[in-house]
């Protein structure tokens, strides 16, 4: 994946931001690493429009009240995320004791969990996601389906499509409407087949019927996105589908308050 084999920074992006009428964001860890987040956080630091910080944390880790005190007055970090989809078995990682402990000690600090695994494994955060309900939980990339296999394996749809449902029952989940260009076949970059667009639109009204507008936020996942479209791509695609589909209300929660309620983010003086 070449294109991601290069440092990207915030300003990398600005003119996509500015261009798009976007003027806060929340930055998400990339990197299994504690200093993935303190990374962020000074980015934060040199760029007021990154808002909020998603980092990363070991949950195994004995020493986590001392994590987190750490980082005490550093107000934009709004939660933490791991790489549960690489997990060779995420049910298993979440039960451990732990883990449990420690999310709860997140939760209790009023952080986020930003939930990440392919469609596959989301049978296996549901336990874990019903448990812990004193905070918001994030479901990222809608559960990631398998979009490039639902020609030809209706199975695939059907059950994503189930326990979308089932986690939205649950009113502490969120979830982000991003991540699936690079769920079609994006070797094709750039290329998206009508079969592509009717799948991509099909899981934003799933997701909306079953989280509703105010459970609803845009995601971006540049720089990642770059394996299929481009930011501009990606904004563009989910501002028609939130213009055809959301009243401008509903429109305001998607793009803005929603992440903020979510988040608990302090955003900077706006324009008008």
Not at 156 to 171: F, G, T
Not at 177 to 184: D, E, M
Request: glycine residues 4%.
């Amino acid at each position: 994946m070449p294109v991601l084999q290069r440092d990207y920074l915030p300003e990398d992006c600005e003119t996509s931001w500015q261009a798009a009428q976007v003027q806060a964001v929340v930055a998400v860890q990339a990197r299994a690493v504690v200093e993935e987040t303190d990374f962020l956080l000074n980015l934060a630091e040199l760029h007021p429009a990154v808002s909020g910080v998603v980092g990363w944390v070991d949950l195994a880790s004995t020493n986590m009240a001392q994590r987190l005190s750490e980082w005490a007055d550093r107000p934009k970090l709004r939660g933490f995320r791991h790489l549960l989809q690489d997990e060779p078995d995420v049910a298993r990682w979440l039960d451990s004791p732990q883990i449990r402990r420690n999310l709860q000690r997140l939760q209790t600090h009023r952080l986020t969990y930003d939930v990440l695994v392919f469609a596959h494994q989301l049978a296996d955060v549901m336990p874990f996601c019903a448990t812990h309900d004193a905070h918001w939980l994030v479901l990222d990339h809608l559960g990631k389906p398998a979009l490039c296999q639902w020609l030809s394996n209706q199975v695939a749809k059907d059950q994503w499509r189930r326990a979308v449902r089932e986690l939205a029952a649950m009113p502490h989940v969120m979830c982000k409407l991003s991540g699936l260009v690079t769920q079609t076949r994006w070797q094709n970059q750039f290329a998206f087949t009508d079969h592509d667009i009717k799948h991509m639109l099909f899981c934003f009204d799933e997701a909306l019927a079953s989280f509703g507008s105010q459970r609803l936020m845009f995601g971006s996942d540049w720089p990642v996105c770059q394996l299929a479209a481009s930011y501009d791509g990606v904004h563009g695609l989910v501002r028609q589908w939130a213009f055809s589909r959301l009243s401008d209300s509903e429109q305001a929660d998607f793009w803005r308050n929603n992440a903020i309620r979510c988040y608990g983010l302090t955003l900077p003086t706006l324009m008008p």
